[in-house]
């Protein structure tokens, strides 16, 4: 190992940002597949309480050949984990698509946007705008909430970072970040009818994107694509519907009541309680699901959050036919 003076000089143009597609904002491969059309696959990777990369490798091992974006959470439910920005560097260097999820919890404007320039440097292409669940939901709630912005206005700051070149303060950017900005949605918790409108709020406030928390309620799901249909919102806004595979009856009860943003109706609790194995179970509702919000108009693709399953995800795809289908095969 040469001494560090005795290196060859570092070379600054090696890494030139990616290249959007003529009319895409970002080089993300999640844009190309929505813009073409495809029905695209995101999967939400488990973020470990370990400063081992290889448990970053093994957690997105499974998502790796499946999913067009691999989601990195940033404290969700407000519990500390490995960070999103972390998560990202190491599987962006091995070519994986991933989306930097951003709350708005921990973190300032100063902080974020600094991220995000850091983010896009590094070869994120997509980046999800959350408020952030609250502080008082996680395993720390002593921590100090920032909410400096909330979901709204870091969409529309990261739009400008991107669109017009500057910070929030004006100053300029010599290389804006080019990124394919995403935002969540709750669309089966109450207040029902404000939901649509919400989302409305986020697509005017930037977000080209949606992933949505988990549907288990198909009607209630209908209901409010439905409404976003009557708003011309799936015109403007690729919608992906949020899925994933229950464990048991108990573990159903569990999110129900603790995990906010999620409704869980009887009937499935009841069609997990009666089965004979409540994992397969599970595996077969998220795949029925998956098959029932493909075929509602607007809806763009899937995410699937398989919170300690994420080694059904490769089954889940596979036996739902979504990439077969893609290539071309018949399902
Ligand atoms: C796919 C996905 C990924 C997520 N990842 C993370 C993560 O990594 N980290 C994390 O901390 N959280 C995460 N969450 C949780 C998320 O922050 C909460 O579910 C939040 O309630 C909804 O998303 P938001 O952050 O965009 O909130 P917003 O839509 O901005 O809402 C924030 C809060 O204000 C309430 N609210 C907003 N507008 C109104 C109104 N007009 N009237 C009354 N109440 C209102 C909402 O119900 C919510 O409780 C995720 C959620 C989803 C669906």
Redesign the pocket.
Known sequence: MPAFHEREPFDPTIDPPLTPLPGHKSASFLERVLRRGDFAVTA?LNPPDSADPRDVFKAAEPLWNVADAI????????NCHMS?MGICSLLVRQGMGTVL??????RNRIAIQGDVLGAAAMGVGNI???????VGV?DQPGAKPVFDF???SLLRTLRTMRDEGAFLSGRKLTTPPQIFLG????PC?P?LE?RA??LA??VAAGADFI????IFDIAVFRRFMERVRDMGLDEKVFILA?VGPLASAKSARWMRSNV??IHVPDEIIDRLERAEKPGEEGKKLCIDLIQQVREIKGVHGV?I?AYRREHLVGEIIEESGILRERLGESV
């Open positions: 939400e989601n990195a959470t940033d404290a969700s439910g407000a999103s999820q951003i709350s708005c919890r921990d999800l705008c959350l408020t952030g669940d609250g996680g909330d979901a709204l935002a969540a949605e709750n918790i207040p404000w409108d919400r709020k986020k992933q949505t928390n988990y949020g906010p943003g995410h959050m």
